[in-house]
């Protein structure tokens, strides 16, 4: 009879002692089979460290042709090519119908214990830690880098604790990357994350550097940027200075015109986007394989725009390539870049030499206010003399407009002579530039 009992009550409550149990068992095991496999992807995804594409917060995905640019800004597709056919690569021409812009390199900047370093030939063979610069797996295995090394130092490359610069190639293209150095501070990961954004929101231009891509998900951060063969424009100058320039030195007065009109579009480009560079010089330009230049040294309009325009400049630039109105403490403006692009001009026209070398920088405001200005360079000719001048007039309001200035460089580079080769004989005496180029007195980097 009990066994028979207990028979009866199992079926008389069959569903509550096994069916309700079953299910309760097989919905916990889906649960925790939903719990393994969210982990699993979410493992599996923070694993990777995607270089171009999976940025969440910077869409900064440039395509190296930069023909899809603004139609309204003045670039070099009214022009034929100028420059010598031994600095041609089969790929590469010199104007805006290219289809390939060629690879850049990252700017440097002044450093006065790196003086006896002027040119490229400051090489280093330091090998970088690989597990800063990993050759992580990313969305797409081609996107890694390879061939990575340590950046060789140079005269104008900026001491940093913060970073590690090395070159490197990605997908068969010579690029420069920027690595945050273990420990990374708060501010120093709020600088680099800042800096990458302020150039992702300036967007493509010919000649603008372009920025390829920032790793942001998780250390280590990175920048990647396009790399220039000659690096900044002040070193490539003094290197064709002496008759026994390296092949593709020969600077003439129309690739002045040329150089200075690619860097006039870029600014005018950076004015357009409400972007003030004010660091204008030879120092703060790039210059290609194919010798196309291009403006970079944005640190300095990156931190303004941080502080805002009317906080005051925590340490002005280089005072020799100021306009009057800066020396002054007015600030810079969209007139005080064309000031400096006119002392630009006089550093390409004379192969590198500093502006005002008679003077001390605290003495040039009141140089300039009695209406004096530099003689001209005996290289130089009276049109481009007379194109300075016009840039680096007193009053901000008689400055020739950088649009005006692009079109009297293209008509200059029409025009200008293209065959005979600007040389300066006297060897270049580092000190005596540091001195007159005012260092001592105002010290700058332009990299960053």
């Known amino acids: 009879m009990d066994v028979l009992s207990c028979v009866s009550v199992v079926k008389e409550y069959e569903v509550e002692v096994i069916v309700v149990p079953a299910i309760l068992l097989f919905l916990f095991v889906i649960f925790l089979l939903c719990l393994v496999l969210l982990r699993f992807c979410n493992k599996k995804k923070s694993s990777q460290s995607p270089l171009i594409n999976n940025y969440k917060h910077y869409q900064i995905n440039q395509p190296l042709n930069h023909q899809n640019h603004h139609h309204n800004h003045h670039h070099d597709n009214k022009h034929p090519n100028h420059h010598h056919d031994s600095n041609h690569h089969p790929n590469y021409h ?19 214990s790196n003086r006896h370093r002027i040119q490229n030939s400051a090489q280093t063979n330091a090998k970088p830690n690989m597990s800063a610069v990993p050759r992580t797996a990313t969305e797409r295995q081609h996107r890694g880098f390879s ?15 913060s970073v590690s610069l090395y070159r490197a190639q990605m997908e068969q293209k010579d690029v420069i990357i920027r690595v945050l150095k273990d420990p990374v501070t708060e501010a120093d990961k709020h600088q ?16 603008i550097p372009a920025l390829l891509g920032v790793v ?48 006039a579009s870029a600014l005018d480009y950076l004015h357009s986007q409400q972007c003030v560079h004010g660091n204008v010089a030879a120092r703060s330009v790039l210059v290609g394989r ?49 000031w400096s692009l006119g002392i630009l001009l006089y550093e390409m026209i004379t192969l590198g030499d500093p502006p005002f070398p008679q003077l001390l920088a605290t ?24 194109l300075i001048k016009s840039c680096c007039q007193w009053s901000p309001q008689q400055r020739v407009s950088v649009p005006e200035l692009i079109r009297k460089l293209e008509s200059g580079e029409r025009t200008a002579n293209g065959s005979t080769v600007l040389r300066v004989p006297e060897p270049l005496d580092v000190e005596k530039y540091l001195r007159e180029a005012g260092y001592g007195e105002a010290y700058n980097y332009a990299v960053f």
Request: glycine share 6%.
């Open 192 to 207: 680099f994350m800042g800096f990458t954004s302020f150039l992702s929101g300036l967007g493509p231009h010919p000649f």
């Open 216 to 263: 942001t998900v998780q250390p280590p951060f990175m920048m990647v940027t396009e790399e220039l063969h000659h690096r900044d424009l002040l070193s490539f100058l003094w290197k064709c200075r002496q008759d026994n320039a390296e092949p593709g030195c020969d600077m003439t007065e129309k690739r002045v015109y040329t150089m200075a009109r690619q860097v």
């Open 147 to 161: 061939e990575v090394t340590a950046l060789p130092q140079t005269f104008f490359m900026k001491p940093d604790n």
């Open 363 to 386: 003495e040039l405001l009141q140089y300039l206010q009695r209406g004096k200005f530099m003689k001209k360079p005996a290289s130089c000719s009276n049109a481009l003399y007379s």
């Open 290 to 338: 194919d010798l196309t230049v291009k403006l970079w040294g944005l640190g300095s309009a990156y931190r303004r725009s941080e502080r805002g325009a009317g906080e005051a400049e925590e340490a002005m630039e280089l005072r020799k390539w100021q306009a009057p109105e800066v020396l002054a403490r007015n600030g810079v403006t969209k007139n005080s870049d064309v």
């Open 94 to 112: 010199h104007d805006n119908r290219q289809t390939n812009h060629h690879r850049q390199h990252q700017n440097s900047s002044p450093q006065r």
